[in-house]
């Protein structure tokens, strides 16, 4: 079973659903196909155009789930279990994590708001309460109804003379849960802005004011042609949120099992929220090459990484090891990118890879780095190859991030600019940059590929037109080409063969 199949077989374990949605991360032919071979095997059923994972499906997929690392956050947080989807237990995390990182300062700005869209029966009020009971708040006070607020009732009253007569004791708790955030009026909303600005402190007339909860919203989507419009947001405020649809998550029978995990919170001690044991930043190169690789090049600007830095060092509070706290916030961050189509296909590959440390950060250099034998020192000073392999997570002083300086080496004028412009662009120092491209072309050159094979691939996607091509569809391609260069033709030549054969038609007698 591969991540294609694993990923159709999850998409349709809780009943009968169209494939459509997931055609866009995955091209509708490959999505076809993987149905009909899964079909074959009997993981999947069909009816019409829907399809249901077969109790074989479902035990493959346990079979496949079963050798997978317990989750650290169930392990500290048993409660966690009880949460009725994946979605809603990833999304849960990173608010944790969010927490954390907001309630020990980590840094003064980019840190996130939350949204929970879709529509009634989504597990959206009740996930703000279970988060409520996971941090020892008291839901009738921090689950607050946008539509029964008035004013700045949420932050802050003047009295005539412009004192502060009244201050929301939400300002200093560690989660504000926004309920049915589309019904508040306008006034309300224009009171929320210091809420969703990510700053910790925000200057108010001639004072500042501290913003201490992690901000959650919930709302029903507006039938809107724009996610601008669908959630009343501006996308720059988008930008500084973790976005979760919901109408796109398969969801259990709630009447019988939505409040299990509330209760079961309930009656559970809250979490501690312990001091991050890690920055984030120190392997910031490293979380935005992975971010990369989850998310579509489409939502990249949809996407703060800054605010997944965050997240990371938040998440270290939990998970101490800076690399599982990056994969598994990379986790999360896919199963929510998949809710609203902005997922890269085999983006789960990408998180396994890196957390195996295929692809393990260190602080200041590439995320591509190689493992490289450690050494010993022997009795006379030398040094010796040891009979292990390691990577070194210690974290230096890091330079500056985009230093555009170039090494000492005889470049032109046009080189030298170009070089400049590359780190400028990736935002990495040049050495890092470099290095990323030496590995990326060492790791083509193992697999028996080579710059000319990329050079091809971009080549015959303009002669196609085409910014993205299927891999069957190249395959086909290929094979073809590889015929026709057999009979010593190129694709050039089948217009005319084309033509040839027209006039042939018209002949009387047989020909070949």
């Known amino acids: 079973m591969n991540a294609i199949d694993r990923q159709i077989l999850e998409f349709c374990r809780d009943g009968f659903r169209r494939l459509k949605p997931l055609i866009g991360p995955i091209a509708s032919g490959t999505v076809y196909r993987h149905a009909r071979r899964l079909g074959a095997l009997g993981w999947l059923r069909k009816e019409g155009a829907l399809y249901c994972t077969t109790d074989a499906g479902l035990r493959e997929l346990n079979g496949v789930n079963s050798f997978q690392p317990p989750d650290p956050l169930v392990a500290l947080y048993p409660p966690l279990a009880q949460v ?15 927490t954390a990182a907001r309630h020990h300062e980590v840094r003064s700005d980019r840190h996130p708001f939350f949204v929970l869209f879709g529509a009634t029966l989504r597990w959206k009020s009740s996930a703000g309460r279970f988060l409520c009971h996971a941090l020892g708040l008291d839901p009738a006070t921090h689950v607050v109804d ?17 004192a502060i007569v009244s201050r929301r004791a939400l300002l200093d708790a560690p989660l504000l849960v926004l309920d049915e955030f589309l019904t508040a009026d306008a006034p309300v909303r224009d009171a929320l802005a210091i809420f969703l600005s990510g700053r910790l402190v925000m200057p108010v007339e001639n004072e500042t004011l501290t913003v201490r909860p992690v901000p959650v919203l919930t709302l029903n989507p507006r039938l809107k042609d724009t996610l601008e419009g669908r959630l009343g947001l501006s996308a720059p405020l988008i930008r500084r949120a973790i976005l979760v649809d919901l109408d ?7 009447a019988a099992v939505g409040e299990v995990a509330v209760e079961a919170a309930r009656t559970y001690p809250p979490i501690g929220l312990a001091s991050p044991a890690a920055d984030g930043g120190a392997f910031h190169d490293a979380i935005v090459q992975l971010t990369r690789a989850i998310l579509v090049p489409a939502a990249h600007p949809r996407v703060d990484v800054e605010i997944v830095v965050n997240l990371v060092t938040g998440m270290t509070a939990f998970i101490p090891n800076p690399v599982p706290a990056i994969a598994y916030v990379g986790q999360a961050l896919g199963i929510l990118a998949e809710t609203l189509g902005w997922a890269r296909s085999g983006w789960r590959e990408a998180v396994t890879q890196f957390e195996q440390g295929r692809k393990a ?3 200041g250099t590439s995320a591509v780095a190689r493992r490289v034998p450690s050494e010993t020192q022997s009795d006379d000073g030398s040094t010796a190859p040891g009979p292990t392999t390691s990577v070194s997570l210690a974290v ?16 032109s004028e046009e080189l030298r600019a170009r070089l400049i412009w590359f780190a400028m662009e ?18 083509w050159r193992e697999a028996n590929a080579t710059i000319d094979t990329l050079a091809a691939i971009l080549r015959l996607g303009v002669e196609l037109e085409r910014l993205e091509i299927d891999g069957d569809t190249l395959h086909a391609y290929l094979q073809t080409l590889e015929a026709l260069q057999k009979e010593g033709c190129e694709f050039d030549d089948v217009p005319e063969a084309l033509r040839l054969i027209t006039h042939l038609q018209a002949l009387p007698f047989a020909w070949t």
Not at 146 to 162: V, Y
Not at 248 to 254: E, H, Q
């Open 248 to 254: 796109a998550v398969p969801m259990p029978d709630l």
């Open 146 to 162: 946008c539509g029964i607020e008035t004013g700045k009732s949420l932050s802050f009253r003047r009295d005539g003379t412009g």
């Open 396 to 411: 230096p002083p890091p330079p500056p991030r985009r230093r555009t300086s170039v090494p000492e080496l005889d470049l």
């Open 84 to 98: 009725p989807t994946a979605v809603h237990r990833a999304l849960i995390a990173l608010i944790l994590a969010a």
């Open 426 to 443: 990736t935002q990495q120092d040049i050495d890092v940059a470099l290095t990323t491209l030496l590995d990326f072309y060492l790791e």
């Open 361 to 363: 950060p260190t602080a």
